[in-house]
């Protein structure tokens, strides 16, 4: 599977969508999960095995953009530890779950979900939609069940879960910056957690003779982390230097694009 021209490709990847999380602040499954399957389609993987084994690799890969955002904003004093170790049970176990219920979703109807969860994530970023703070921080009960909530979807989409925990979080008061950072390292549990959730549930469809770990591409995972860990501050640096509403518009359309070229590959 592993071939010259796609080590090449799973490098570009992991290139740009740390550049994007690093400067949108978003995490990179919006554009791995879409971009993978159609990498692994033409590899020749099963269409009915395509999208868990691209959100796993996603999931997976997620790790170490994840990781460096965290460090980027803690230096930054942009993290609420305490709305990150209020939110991290219920992530966990939000996230965990899911994938068992991912494992009995076809393709398909994966695919269908992930398209219209990006595109109502593109409608927002397009227009900038944000809510209107009206509200104190949630209890600890409360930030226990958000975390459970954003930590499901984004096993079921492999997202790090800012598109969820920034407007959670903005609704109650948290300042935007703040809320960033927060959502950055909460995309650390939820990326551990849903890798391993589909680590266990594929790992009847295990190759390794390719690779393949349960629903994780070993070699795509390995190749887009090196590169995205190294991007991610160069994309948080140029935040001032680029025009982000801009960009968050052409995002929005690359998003939805992404999003109908992979329903439409599955289905």
Do not use: D
């Amino acid at each position: 599977m592993l071939t010259p021209e796609w080590i090449v490709a799973f490098l570009l990847l992991g290139a740009f969508v740390g550049f994007m999380a690093g400067l949108l602040g978003i995490g990179g499954g919006g554009i791995m999960v879409p971009s993978l399957t159609t990498i692994f389609l033409l590899q020749g993987v099963p269409v009915e095995k395509v999208v868990h084994l691209a959100l796993g690799t996603s999931m997976a890969a997620i790790i170490a953009t994840s990781l460096s955002s965290l460090r980027a904003h803690h230096a930054n004093g942009g993290v609420l530890w305490p709305v990150v170790k209020g939110m991290t049970p219920g992530i966990i176990v939000g996230t965990f779950l899911a994938t068992f219920l991912a494992k009995y979703i076809s393709s398909a109807h994966l695919a269908i979900f992930f398209a219209i969860f990006m595109g109502a994530v593109a409608v927002q970023m397009f227009l900038n939609k944000k809510p209107k703070p009206s509200r104190e921080l949630a209890s600890t009960t409360g930030l226990l069940a958000a975390g459970s909530g954003i930590g499901a979807i984004s096993a079921l989409v492999s997202i790090g879960g800012g598109s969820l925990t920034v407007p959670f979080l903005t609704w109650q008061n948290v300042e935007i910056r703040k809320a960033i950072g927060t959502s950055a390292a909460i995309g650390l549990p939820i990326s551990v957690a849903g890798t391993v959730g589909y680590l266990m549930n594929g790992w009847a469809n295990s190759s390794p003779e390719n690779y393949i770990f349960g629903f994780i591409y070993l070699p795509a995972v390995l190749l887009i982390s090196v590169v995205s860990f190294f991007t991610a501050p160069i994309g948080a640096r140029m935040v001032h230097r680029l025009p982000v509403p801009v960009l968050k518009k052409i995002f929005a359309v690359l998003l939805v694009v992404l999003g109908l070229k992979m329903l439409f590959s599955v289905i």
